[in-house]
């Protein structure tokens, strides 16, 4: 049992910021600070290194159809259901959900919109393992940052959980918290402080 021990105190400390940082110092300001989760293989070499036909292989799937096929056919999917969102990247398609979920003030329950939206989330996703979601927590600003930082955290815990406890599969849910560090409105009124209190969730393609 003893020898067990510099195991878990190791595996405590996974993930801890360096010392001397503070959660303002390592906090994300801007969307360009938040980069989506890299799922790709490390060791896959930089687009500008790669010759002609290494790029068409990386543009392409098993069966030679277009990297992003699937990809926009979620996007028609997203249209039919009448949910809202937008195209981002260059080498490859990202959808970013511009329906977010909401919470109530110092809570991360799901009210009954919100499941409405991933039950939806949930038809696009169950039969295409390939894909995954990105689910970034966020909250206002009233109260403690670092208890904000640990709400930003549940809120987007509890989307995933749903999400698990609906079929999905672990692989395809990646969770983390901002904490009151990426605002979206004005936090000096009400509406705007609801507004911030959110999960943002992003579609992206992992493997084929």
């Not at 509406?191 to 084929?208: A, S």
Request: aromatic share 6%; hydrophobic share 40%.
């Amino acid at each position: 049992m003893l020898r067990l021990l510099p195991l878990f105190a190791s595996l405590l400390f996974v993930g801890c910021a360096p010392q001397g940082s503070s959660l303002l110092d390592i906090a994300p300001k801007t969307k360009e600070d938040a980069p989506f989760p890299d799922f790709e293989n490390p060791e896959t070499a930089p687009v500008e290194e790669m010759e002609t036909s290494e790029m068409t292989r990386a543009l392409t799937g098993p069966n030679g159809e277009l990297k992003d096929d699937d990809m926009r056919q979620v996007a028609q999917q997203l249209t039919n259901m009448g949910i809202q969102y937008h195209k981002v990247g260059n080498d490859q398609l990202v959808i970013s959900i511009q329906e977010k979920v909401h919470f109530s003030s110092a809570k991360a329950e799901l009210t009954p919109l919100a499941r409405s939206l991933l039950n939806k989330l949930i038809v696009v996703m169950a039969s295409k393992p390939e894909l995954a979601l990105v689910l970034d927590g966020h909250t206002d600003v009233t109260g403690d940052p670092i208890k904000n930082q640990n709400l930003s955290e549940q809120r987007s815990n509890e989307v995933r959980r749903y999400l698990l406890a609906n079929k999905l599969n672990a692989s395809q849910l990646y969770s983390r918290g901002f904490g009151e560090y990426l605002p979206l409105c004005d936090n000096d009124t009400i509406l705007g402080r609801k507004c911030n209190r959110r999960v943002e969730i992003t579609i992206l393609k992992i493997h084929w």
